[in-house]
């Protein structure tokens, strides 16, 4: 599937759809569409993905089969300066992908041009309609079930979980994905966006994606938010339950210290919020921090970068690694022991 | 307001609406429906609330205002047993009012005798449709903000919360609530089942009540589940860091050690989940276990009761109180320290 890929002035920092499709996905992406870095290149900003030109609107791409919005600001609304690249894509045919709150199949100009030009709109967020509370069952399953956790959002879960998976399968391990946000469902084209789903029925949620992939030998359930964040700490906490883990992995942003977007809140030390996500977990079913994943990426030097990983190991007790600098061997042989 | 309550089936024990509205409403109850034991009254099963027949449906009730859908079985659907009992409410004009996932408000036959009949129906579960994410500014509000947790469903939350509210008043304290679910909304005419919400915008709902009720002095927060909870801990996190307590009141049942439905999942010791409880807040907003409020109602001696309480009181380190049995002035005193 060819497709573009909107993320105005957000590529690539704050466009975690975006860069987590363009690393992850099999779609050939044709452009990404950023009025600020118009002109540049996919690969000036995001090594190890296939280069793609970031161009200012819709109109300046060729044929593509989809549009993806490959942002989702902290509250997940729409921002109407978007709204001419929808329509143009819409106009022209094509799918319209979006991971937003706000589900753009609802909106009355984008569902009649769709409707016009034969063109479907999918909004990953919109949860099925069929979800109930959990049973409490989901350590039944077969797979081995490991969850990325994090001290914040936006702190390498997705990430981890995808390199998780790819190693598995480079090893030749019956493994999948259960992805709980909109990049991973955009990327996996199966999931459930958890923190789209009524309260009561997020635990549910998730306990029905492990019920339904725990064949598998290996489950990676991709986490979301932070066990102790002022906004997003019912999904997180939801998750845990919900996925009953053997096994965490807890992703952290080297040097970080306070929420990001509430700076006023600061980030327990990373020992202490393993702690915390063992002791919460543990009455619903018992579980440990067996690896670690270090965002390094605002340590320039290469050597300072693994002292940060062998300092975060021994802070939660547990090997460590950053999975996109250094690869997630010795984290994956942790969880498999 | 002269009402009736539906509770076929559940009347008392799990009709938690039904007897928080019987015990805290300043409605007047015509009757309770519960077809198991029709015949006999309100008097016989809970005391020291204003009596009422119960009767076998509808059409037993003489003239009310409004009929309330007194019971949220788990996974809040609606019973189709309950339907001729809805539908006669709303054929003589009755507004009708439900706290269960599913809207009746939406179901087609409902909607249209509440049209035909001039009738109301009010769910109370359905959310504002403007909500959104948390900022972590609950804490700034004048108010001291109480939020009574637990270590399971059903262990004396919503009590504790009007009791407590009771007990300030009497004081000429000035004291609200935050209602966060059916019943307490049903009692209060105001609130947000948080259960209901998005779960990504179920921090903020709870935000929001505290800053709209912030110009009290006491603000007594109902908290929802329990944070290590199977199905709902997403729930009580979401409550906990929205509301950004002063003060925590945390509520058990004597005796229970397994989660309520979830029998399989055993409930920590009251000592420890405090400790969890305050963790898990810190690193939002510090707070501390303040108070306990152990359910005895299983245990028939007064003295019994109190020797379990006092256990209580010694395993969460605060002073403890059984709300209905023995009051919650000196748990007040603790909040108020």
Redesign the interface.
Known sequence: MRIAILAHEQFPDRAKTAVGVLRYGDHEVAAVLDRTLAGDHVAEYVPDVPDAPIVDSIDEVGAIDALLVGIAP???GFDETWRPDVRGALERGCDVVAGL?YFLADDDEFARLAAEHGADIRDLRRPPDDL?????TASEVDADVVLTVGTDCSSGKMTTTFELLTAARERDIDAAVVPTGQTGIAVADYGIA???????F???AVERMVEERGDHDLLVVEGQGA????????????I???S?PDALVCCHVAGRDV?HG?E?????PPGEYAE?YE??A???SPTRVAGGALDTHGIDDDEAAREAVAEYSGAIDAPATDPVRFGVDHVLDAILE
Chains 1, 2 share one sequence.
């Open positions: 902290i509250g997940g709150h109930t509370v959990s049973d409490g958890v923190d789209r789903v009524v309260a009561d997020a635990a549910g066990l102790c964040h002022p906004a997003y700490s019912g999904v997180t906490a939801s845990l339950h919900g009953m929420v509430y006023h809140v600061p980030i327990p915390i002791s919460v543990d009455p619903v």
